[in-house]
């Protein structure tokens, strides 16, 4: 389910802000690969300080471990979680245009092999000559290694006609 934008503006800060907007259609497709891997970098590391002061929050809740000192040890982790939730699914789509970029590059590069090998192909000399005409009706044929049928001709449907063979007596038994 998507998030609109005004969500994600009441969500993060203006630093944050600006970096996830640049995560969103078509300003994704304008960025280089250099500036996508950056933002996907910047992404990350503010997903992974959110789950961190998330884990921490809860293991204040759960006594594990001591406060702080701050008043947000005690507030509630959905605001957080919904924050985590958007640089994920922004994540998500710079990770997906990354792969993207980087299918179309390899697609180049294989493109630009193969057409490599068939130049080369195409300017080396035969490797054998031509066989030329054959003489008469060509090479005799091998016999065939395959072993016949195990079961022969007379024997197909026997076992069936044996069957009916035997219910036929036992419904003349009565």
Known sequence: MGVEFAAERR????????PVV???YPELAALSHEDLVGLARWLRGQHARARDIIR????????????????????SDRGLTE?????????KRVNARLAVLRAEAKREAATAA????????????????????TPAAGASQKASPRRRGI????????????????QAARDARG
Not at 11 to 18: D, G
Not at 56 to 75: D, F, L, S, Y
């Open 114 to 133: 193969l057409r490599e090998a068939l130049a080369r192909r195409q300017a080396a000399a035969p490797h054998h000559p031509d066989a030329g005409a």
């Open 151 to 166: 079961i022969t001709g007379g024997r197909v449907g026997s076992v069936s006609q044996a069957g009916r063979n035997a």
């Open 56 to 75: 921490g929050r809860r293991r204040v809740h759960r006594g594990k471990a001591e406060a702080r000192g701050t008043a947000g040890e005690t507030a």
């Open 83 to 91: 924050k985590k939730q958007v640089f994920a699914r922004g994540l």
């Open 11 to 18: 969500l993060l800060s203006e630093e944050e802000f600006a």
């Open 22 to 24: 640049s995560s969103h």
